[in-house]
């Protein structure tokens, strides 16, 4: 078993000034650890931690606690994800908790997608406290070590804690507010929303930085290379919160099939080359959508390799 870090490797690159450089990895839908294995080797040393997803949209996988801690026998860093969808305080609680005792030092506060996205939409919303909440929940169990009840921790989870936002949900005026209400509720770093309408993103980050945000908490914008026109299509048609453009559409319809992957990571490369110079823009977090092979020579191509080690 690896040793455990007392410090988020993440945290030490952010606050070293470093272009933050994160990847993110989907469990399986079964107890197959020899995959996820596979999986993980794909993304070591190229990134600076990993998201471990919590039943994205709404469909069951193997649980984020326990991927994470397979992550970090395998010499990785994990960024946890919870999700308000499926506990209540009690077992939110607790999980962070787990979580800190088996060595996880970061942790992702979510909202979670609706049940009625996945593969069991009968099942009950629980939704005992929103991601606002969980965000102070998880920095007050933190930094005044008590629980929601006011009760003392013995020994305090202290975890690096995100968000995420999505800079294209409507109405557009408004998510700036948002995503201010939850750096005021204590989170230190924000992953967005996948990124592919750049314009209406430069006008996001401008509000953020007139606010001064980008100076009270760290900000990675999110990146997912497209493998087609058709993926692109669907994102659009299916996915909440999306914001394709139409000529990003035309761009990887005008080539040919076979070429489209490429052409989906030049325009992710282009992305992460404007995000290197974007004020208030921290670091990159890259969404490869079951194309965890393809993250290395993303990684060499953006020229973010090596990592840095802080």
Known sequence: MSELKSESNLEKILKAGHFAFTGECGPPKGANVEHLVKKFQYLKGNVDAVNITDNQTAVVRMSSLAASHLMIDEGLEPNFQMVCRDRNRLAITSDILGAYALG?????????????????????????????????????????????????????????????????????????????????????????????????FKEFMKRVVDM??????????????????????????????????????????????????????????????????????????????????????IAERAGVLPRPVV
């Open 104 to 200: 996880i030092r970061n942790m992702l506060c979510l909202s979670g997608d609706h049940q009625t996205f996945g593969n069991h939409p009968q099942a009950k919303n629980v939704h005992d406290i929103d991601s606002m909440q969980l965000i102070r929940l998880a920095t007050m169990m933190r930094d005044e070590g008590k629980f929601m009840s006011g009760d003392d921790i013995d020994v305090p989870p202290k975890l690096f804690v995100g968000a995420a936002c999505n800079p294209f949900a409507d109405p557009f005026e408004y998510r700036v507010h948002r995503l201010a209400t939850k750096i005021k509720a204590g989170a230190d770093f924000i992953q967005t929303q996948c990124i592919f309408n750049m314009d209406k």
């Open 212 to 297: 001064g945000l980008h100076e009270k908490c760290y900000i990675l914008a999110g990146v997912t290379p497209m493998k087609s026109a058709g993926m692109a299509n669907f994102m659009a048609k299916f996915v909440p919160g999306m914001d394709i453009p139409d000529s990003l559409k035309q761009r990887l319809k005008g080539v040919e099939k076979e070429k489209q992957p490429e052409e989906g990571i030049r325009f992710a490369l282009e992305q992460i080359e404007e995000f290197k110079e974007m004020e208030g823009v921290a670091g990159v977090h890259l969404m490869a959508i079951e194309w965890e092979e393809r993250v290395p020579e």
